[in-house]
């Protein structure tokens, strides 16, 4: 069973910058992709970035190309998303989750985060 504890987000002003931590645990059979997810008030779950366990190129939505990062430190089994120049419509409750595939479909994802509170204000 993979076990995935969040930590960082807040609050923060537009254009400011945040960190989320993403620490996984138990076994990692099956399990070969991990990712962050958002999901905004009345909205559903979306994936925006995404990167294999054992390395290689990582993949970013549109909507935060060019503003965010995701990476890892495989030696502390940690996933990291570094969030730069950040906009109101970044709000929402982020998730990392691991999976099989690349796809970032949440329904393909089995194990997930707790969730943590993005709020950006202006």
């Known amino acids: 069973q993979v076990h995935l504890v969040q930590s960082g987000g807040g609050e923060v002003q537009v254009g400011g910058s945040l960190t989320l931590s993403c620490t996984r645990s138990?076994?990692?059979?099956?399990?070969?992709?991990w990712a962050w997810f958002r999901q905004a008030p009345g909205k559903p779950r979306e994936g925006i970035a995404g990167?294999?366990?054992?390395?290689?190129?990582?993949t970013l939505s549109a909507s935060v190309k060019g503003r965010f990062a995701i990476s890892q430190d495989n030696a502390k089994n940690t996933l990291y998303l570094q969030m730069n120049n950040l906009k109101p419509e970044d709000t929402a409750i982020y998730y990392c989750a691991a999976g099989q595939t690349r796809q970032l479909n949440p329904r393909l994802f089995q194990h997930w985060g707790q969730g943590t509170q993005v709020t950006v204000s202006s």
């Open positions: 138990g076994s990692a059979a099956a399990t070969n992709y």
């Open positions: 990167i294999p366990i054992t390395g290689g190129p990582s």
